[in-house]
């Protein structure tokens, strides 16, 4: 079994950078994908940007797109979020997951992610 530790939120002002990381304790399946979602108060998780674990392009949220990127290291069995640019209404928590691609695009709750994280807080102040 996987176990995923996201680090890496906090406070910070409207404009600042952050960069998130996930960290994967066992083997990931070679061809799932990992993924970043979030989930502000009162609102559904929502998609944020996936990467396959094996090779392929990387896709985004519109939401997101041109400010954050998601990155991976495979030798060290993590998965990284640049978020740039950052917004009051990037406030959420954040959480790592891996499955599928497909499965990952379309978060069910009744069916999540095979690999789920703990989440880390991520407050921006405007």
């Known amino acids: 079994q996987v176990e995923l530790e996201e680090s890496g939120g906090g406070l910070v002002q409207a404009g600042s950078s952050l960069r998130l990381s996930c960290a994967a304790s066992?083997?990931?399946?070679?061809?799932?994908?990992m993924a970043w979602f979030r989930q502000a108060p009162g609102k559904e998780y929502e998609f944020v940007a996936a990467?396959?674990?094996?090779?392929?392009?990387?896709v985004y949220a519109d939401s997101v797109k041109d400010r954050f990127t998601i990155s991976k290291d495979v030798s060290k069995n993590t998965v990284y979020l640049q978020m740039n640019s950052l917004k009051a209404e990037d406030t959420a928590v954040y959480y790592c997951?891996?499955?599928?691609?497909?499965?990952?695009?379309?978060?069910?709750?009744?069916?999540?992610?095979?690999?789920w994280g703990q989440g880390t807080q991520v407050t921006v102040s405007s």
């Open positions: 066992g083997r990931i399946f070679y061809t799932y994908a």
């Open positions: 997951a891996g499955d599928y691609l497909r499965r990952l695009k379309k978060y069910d709750d009744a069916a999540p992610p095979d690999y």
């Open positions: 990467i396959p674990w094996s090779g392929g392009s990387a």
